[in-house]
């Protein structure tokens, strides 16, 4: 007997038994399926969130704080001289000074201690106000959905304008639109709104933007008593791979600016995404394989149906056995014959999963942004299929049906004809 003819033979004897083949099936192509799809999320998540965080993997952040030592020294403001410092670091491609006021609460009058952004007759606290410079925006990659953002004769001439968070813009405007050109009241002083951002989450939309030189005129200046303070210094590496050169590099010259001899006594902290993106990509790449090994069981007991499923077929044609190897059939061919049947069986279950897995898959590209779409959590998801889970999750399959198939097929080799035909 060839290869064909035990193909033909092996489909016959599924045809013969669709129901039971196709339940036998099912584990398979469950597991198949489940694996193909979680390996596809688990990688659409991950391409998702580096195209959200890629743009900032080269930002390093920098802040004050107080020394990792009790009872330590005060945090020591970071200013102006420390950000010209550090865009003389080889691998510091830009800085930019950035000094916040802080507003608290969402009320509809103005709360003491608290920064609002007013009209004639609204009132808006709950967002920041953020003095920078003309390059801020293109730092933390923000986008200008109308007018304008800062620019650099703004920035030297202290002039008093703003750009409006879109979430302010709203609040004030009731559209976004209809800011532009308007002014607005922030502590006690106008300024004429230029532009309004795109939106980017909650805590990033209740801000407004003006010049380093006008907040520290007449917003921060009050609270920070000198005006060559600083909140946060943001500084961009010259790529993404020099990140950890950079970060080098401002430590040593922070250190040296403030006297730091203890790693522990720093009054500053820096910060970096790039180590966060790869550090989030080794817990996703963890998640990825972990899941589908467990999806993995499945396939297990899918192997168990194949073999159960063997074991009836073997019973039931041990006649039909005993018959062939009274006509000559070899035990090689009978154990060939069984072995292809249950291949057979395990390949189309792991061909049907597989083309489940793909359109599920697909329909989850599909279904996953308008799940939720008023809050973007699924803007730019899209499940990636790609051809090595699809060819482990086959192979895996192919090999659960020989090894299923193997103890049945041998137990139909070593029948003996007369035994065999004597079988009621």
């Known amino acids: 007997m060839n290869l064909r003819e035990a193909l033909l033979i092996a489909l016959r004897g599924l045809r013969a038994h669709r129901l039971r083949s196709a339940l036998t099936m099912l584990g398979l192509i469950i597991g198949v399926a489940a694996v193909i799809v979680l390996f596809a999320c688990g990688q659409g998540v991950r391409n ?48 930019t000074p950035v000094a916040t006021s802080a507003t608290s609460g969402a009320t509809s009058s103005a709360t003491p201690g608290a920064t609002p952004i007013e009209t004639n007759t ?44 879109p979430a302010v813009a709203t609040t004030l405007f009731g559209d976004p639109m209809a800011a532009l050109g308007q002014t607005v009241r922030i502590n006690q002083r106008i300024f004429q709104v230029i532009g309004v951002m795109q939106s980017y989450g909650q805590q990033l939309d209740n801000t407004a933007v003006m010049p380093l030189t006008t907040a520290r005129r007449y917003i921060v200046g009050h609270g920070f008593g000198i005006g060559d303070k600083l909140t946060q210094i943001l500084v961009q590496a010259s790529q993404p791979a020099a990140v950890p050169a950079a970060m080098s590099q401002v430590t040593r010259i922070l250190d040296a600016r403030h006297h730091i001899t203890d790693p522990r006594m720093r009054d500053f902290q820096t910060q970096s995404l790039g180590h966060r993106i790869q550090s989030f990509n080794q817990i996703v790449l963890i998640v990825t394989l972990f899941t589908p090994a467990v999806a993995a069981i499945s396939l297990v007991v899918g192997g168990i149906g194949v073999l159960n499923i063997m074991l009836v077929s073997v019973t039931e044609r041990t006649r039909e056995i005993g018959i062939r190897k009274a006509i000559g059939a070899t035990s090689r061919a009978i154990l060939e014959q069984f072995l292809i049947e249950s291949i057979v069986l395990a390949g189309l279950g792991g061909l049907i999963g597989i083309g489940v897995g793909i359109g599920l898959s697909l329909l989850v590209g599909i279904v996953a942004p308008a799940f939720d779409p008023s809050s973007g959590v699924f803007a730019g998801f899209t499940p990636v299929v790609s051809v090595l889970p699809v060819a482990v999750a086959f192979t895996i399959s192919l090999t659960i049906g020989l090894i299923a198939g193997s103890y049945p097929a041998y137990r139909a080799a070593r029948l003996r004809p007369i035994e065999a035909l004597r079988y009621e």
């Not at 004050?64 to 420390?82: I, W």
């Not at 933390?140 to 109308?146: I, L």
Request: no cysteine; aromatic share 6%.
């Open 122 to 165: 609204t009132t808006f606290l709950s967002g920041a106000v953020i003095g920078s410079t003309e390059r801020w925006a293109e730092v933390n990659n923000r986008d200008v959905q109308a007018g304008s953002f800062l620019d650099e004769d703004q920035s030297r001439s202290a002039a008093r304008v703003v750009v409006l968070g």
């Open 48 to 95: 998702s969130v580096n195209a959200r965080i890629g743009p900032y993997a080269n930002l390093i952040t920098i802040v004050a704080q107080s020394p990792n030592v009790p009872g330590g020294p005060p945090p020591q403001t970071l200013t102006d001289a420390d950000a010209f410092a550090l865009s003389n670091a080889p691998d510091v491609a830009t800085v």
